[in-house]
């Protein structure tokens, strides 16, 4: 089969289809999620999470059933009346619109496809800061010091971190973000139908507040039902048990593995095939300031040559992501994700350079 | 492996196991969902469904992310001011609060836990009539006929039955039903972690005349945008891609062996085990009218003996399932899905005959 490049759902992490196998022969996909095996795989998997991110005291770990959810979830429990959105790409975008979708004053920054945003001005006073770390629509990165610049600038603000495609290789400093997410099918290598969200309790006491004004924060999907049955290592449906034990495991494994292992392999990656795409003839990145390059989504501007590449790249066993919306048919996006290895890497940035 | 009857997550149905195997070897749980293959198997997928279950032209199949979404989902969609409930267990009583928890006028007609409901006399002008057809947590099925009896008291609500822990076994008249959903992990035996929503054409329009209204339907599963992607055998967010595969495989494993077959096996088992708990002289069924006996998760009245059939069972690879809530430790349940063998109903009547 071959090596899958797409940005999500990508190539599963390379110890997947064992442990699915392996969920099967314990039972795990048949377990009742009120039962004491449940909470102990709910357990080990939030608390295998807390470490590899290194979450101060007083984070939680909740389940959705995916990150769009959680785009819905978060504006719903933590906006009474206005965000603001930085918006450099589609993924952004959509997250702006659901704000506004929601009703409320959804205000933004935007840029074009392809850039990030520079000299923010403080403006208004908004209840949430929504920064997309990751843009997978376009391999924009933002620079952790721009993303940690907030608690500054709006003290009061709640900022809120999309890391759908990037975590856990970003160094967060979560004493200055109040909410991330992710989902499981990019980094974590994934069958996708699972959500990971973060909240503090700046979040917990927001959505609190709201529902006691009477503001409709939702059902059984609210923060502080979320948070009750998390405490108990529950959730307040049936969840995905079969996901959220694999993600436990994928998480075990990240951890013997080490995240700065992790990390260090990544930068390689991403080096590699920046510094191919730079120097090459009829391809370049998409993004050209390098302090915006994002590490976990590379993005090439391959123009005409775009199919011939992937074609190309096809016949090695190697398969790109396509670019992303009206870029489809002119870039070429690849997830450098935990289970790409160095050797694909290293097969795909020596075929680009003999292109 | 014991063989598990506790009501979902409950026993796999025993293809999944292989269909999961194949699915790894065909790349399936790292598919894009926006590719032909993955369209491919939501299509299959839906379009068994609509087979198996004998759904109408016009009727439309929908993926959430569990039941408990579609509680939710339907009434934020469906109701602007008013529903009226029937409630008899913890989850029509769940189905309610969340219609009050979304601000609704959620009216209830409620009868004790056990039974059903008689004599209906039409009130009110509900917009949508919720009914639970089976209960998990008693063990009451509510009778066809009475169900189907709502579009002539009700012409203009729409009638939307939660058949959770029953589809595929009843053989509904869709032409009195709008709105049916069910989650995958009772009688599909299937690993917890999708729902399925089936509208019909007035719940759509119902969900545009809100819209328009701006009544706050939610963003990415609102009905419009669930069923504008659901035309190009699509959904909104990257979904469970394995759920709905293996979703779709176990349908087709339901066509080949037939739904009459499964409904007759459904009975036969069914009928054997009310037989022994009527007959049995320290056991009842909890559900004493027989017209309201569910077929898919029977309830045993076990009072002081509760723990110790239930070890009994497991000394024989038998897993009842625990009462509900309080009746946790005076009554047994047991499901009845298509995965719970002819031969292992035998056994467990034998079993409690001897008790």
């Not at 436990?248 to 013997?256: E, W």
């Not at 992937?310 to 690849?334: C, I, M, N, V, W």
């Amino acid at each position: 089969m071959p090596v899958n490049f797409t940005p999500g759902p990508s190539q599963l992490y390379f110890t997947v289809e064992d442990h699915a196998r392996s969920a099967f022969r314990q039972g795990i996909p048949s377990l009742s999620h009120r039962s004491r095996a449940f909470e102990k795989i709910s357990k080990q998997t939030t608390e295998g999470l807390k470490e590899l991110l290194e979450l101060p005291e007083g984070y939680h770990v909740l389940f959705t059933g995916s990150a769009t959810e959680i785009w819905e979830r978060s504006i719903q429990n933590l906006v009474t009346e206005s965000s603001l959105h930085f918006v450099n790409g589609s993924f952004s975008k959509r997250f702006h619109e659901i704000a506004t979708q929601l009703g409320k004053q959804a205000h933004k920054v935007e840029v074009p496809a392809g850039q990030g945003f520079e000299n923010y001005q403080p403006i208004g006073n908004p209840e949430v800061i929504a920064l997309t770390h990751n843009e997978t629509s376009t391999g924009v990165s933002l620079p952790l010091d721009f993303i940690h610049s907030f608690r500054t600038h709006h003290p009061n603000a709640l900022i809120v971190v999309d890391a759908v495609s990037s975590l856990p290789y970003p160094k967060f400093d979560y004493t200055k973000i109040d909410s991330v997410f992710f989902s499981v099918q990019k980094c974590f290598g994934l069958p996708a139908g699972l959500g990971v969200w973060i909240v503090n309790e700046r979040c917990i006491a927001k959505a609190e507040s709201l529902q006691q004004q009477g503001v409709n924060i939702g059902t059984y999907h609210n923060l502080p039902t979320l948070i009750s049955n998390a405490k108990k290592h529950q959730t307040p449906e049936t969840p995905n048990v079969l996901g959220i034990y694999l993600l436990g495991q994928v998480i075990g494994d990240f951890l013997r593995k080490g995240i700065n292992t992790i990390r260090k392999e990544t930068e390689y990656k991403a080096a590699i095939l920046y510094q191919a795409l730079h120097q090459h003839d009829k391809v370049k990145p998409f993004v050209v300031e390098r302090k915006f390059q994002s590490q976990t989504v590379l993005v090439a501007e391959t123009g005409t040559a775009t199919s011939q590449i992937a074609e190309q790249l096809a016949t090695h066993g190697l398969q790109p992501g396509d670019g992303y919306g009206e870029r489809k048919k002119s870039q070429l996006r690849f997830a450098n994700f935990p289970t790409h290895s160095k050797e694909a890497y290293e097969l795909l940035v020596d075929l680009l350079e003999k292109m």
